[in-house]
């Protein structure tokens, strides 16, 4: 258990339709990072919040976007479903952004499975 | 997007075999990281390395860091049936302007009792 939740575990959507998907942080950790993962593929970076702001964002178009509250969880949103935006969406905490070793381990939640049809 | 190349892409063993896998990359990282993934659920971290040529164990499992800072290798040893899994190598630059961890393409290891 990495004390990271995320909400809802399953969702379908239609094309061009728009998702939210939520994720609740760690107690202690202030950083969330997003990642993207396909049918088999590793996860693929999207972005990640610092202290309520973006602070990094992977290859992804802006139709993704994200939210990180006062209480350090996050929103990722999508607009404009496409098929391809099929996939698992993982969100992982960590502390804050230093060079401290152990701050820097990113503990993941147990992901949102998006349908898009 | 970026992708570490990982192999074997999979492995079907005999319980109580050992197995290698390993990880490597075009780029320099100051971090290597294993998760492993079962269905259904999200990466679980295994070993994290944090200096090149560390050598690190969390029981049955045995990683390192690479001394060109490009790879990284995972042992098991004594494989049960509960190691069945897809296992990802990550590599990550900490302290950089954005944590992001880089991941593998995984390797899948099935384990037959």
């Known amino acids: 258990e990495t004390g990271v939740t995320q909400s809802p575990t399953h969702l379908i959507k239609t094309r061009g339709q728009q998702v939210t998907l939520r994720c609740s942080s760690q107690s202690g950790h202030n950083t969330v990072s997003w990642y993207q993962q396909a049918l088999g593929q590793g996860p693929q970076f999207i972005f990640q919040?610092?202290?309520?702001?973006?602070?990094g964002r992977g290859n992804f178009p802006p139709r993704f976007s994200g939210l990180q509250f006062p209480n350090y969880s996050s929103e990722l949103n999508v607009n404009a479903l496409e098929l391809d935006d099929s996939a698992l969406y993982l969100c992982?905490?960590?502390?804050?952004?230093?060079?401290?070793?152990?701050?820097?381990?990113?503990?993941f939640g147990p992901g949102t499975r998006l349908t898009v049809l | 997007g970026q992708q570490l190349n990982q192999s074997p892409q999979s492995m079907f063993i005999q319980e109580g075999e050992d197995v290698s896998m390993n990880c490597t990359s075009s780029?320099?990282?100051?971090?290597w990281l294993w998760y492993k993934q079962d269905p259904g659920e999200g990466p679980v971290l295994l070993i994290a390395?944090?200096?090149?040529?560390e050598l690190t164990s969390n029981g049955r499992l045995t990683a390192q860091f690479g001394i060109t800072r490009k790879d990284s290798f995972l042992n098991i040893s004594a494989s049960i049936p509960s190691d069945v899994g897809i296992y990802f190598c990550a590599g990550l630059n900490y302290g950089g302007a954005t944590n992001k961890l880089i991941f593998g393409t995984g390797t899948l290891l099935a384990v037959q009792p």
């Open positions: 992982a905490t960590s502390g804050q952004i230093t060079s401290t070793l152990a701050s820097d381990t990113q503990y």
């Open positions: 390395l944090y200096k090149a040529g």
């Open positions: 919040y610092y202290r309520e702001e973006e602070n």
């Open positions: 780029s320099i990282f100051n971090t």
